[in-house]
């Protein structure tokens, strides 16, 4: 098993930045392929950002492409998801998630989860 936390949300005006942490403990971290997600009011979770074990694969939802970067660390354990140009629409809370399988874009590939960080972006 491996445990997630997550770190960083906060209040910011839009068009500014904010960098989200997710610290793992339990098995080990570069084992897994890693995500985010997210999820607004009243709107289901969705797919954010995924990196593979190593770093050399990314992957991003069409709405973030370009705006968000997906980044890990494996020596420390951690993942992160450095966010610029925030908008409104991007006010949600924010997961990660570890998965095994190759498949990383996919939801429902993804076994184990943090509690999540909440963004949330003024106009």
């Known amino acids: 098993q491996v445990q997630l936390v997550e770190s960083g949300g906060g209040l910011v005006q839009a068009g500014n930045s904010l960098r989200l942490s997710c610290a793992a403990s339990g098995r080990t971290f570069s084992s897994y392929a890693m995500g985010w997600f997210r999820q607004a009011p009243g709107k289901a979770r969705e797919f954010v950002a995924a990196i593979n074990w190593n770093g050399d694969s990314t992957y991003y939802a069409d709405s973030v492409k370009g705006r968000f970067t997906i980044s890990r660390y494996n020596a420390k354990n951690t993942l992160f998801l450095q966010m610029n140009s925030l908008k409104p629409e991007d006010t949600a809370v924010y997961y990660c998630?570890?998965?095994?399988?190759?498949?990383?874009?996919?939801?429902?590939?993804?076994?184990?989860w943090g509690q999540g960080t909440q963004v949330t972006v003024s106009s």
């Open positions: 998630a570890a998965t095994s399988s190759p498949s990383i874009a996919t939801m429902a590939n993804y076994d184990y």
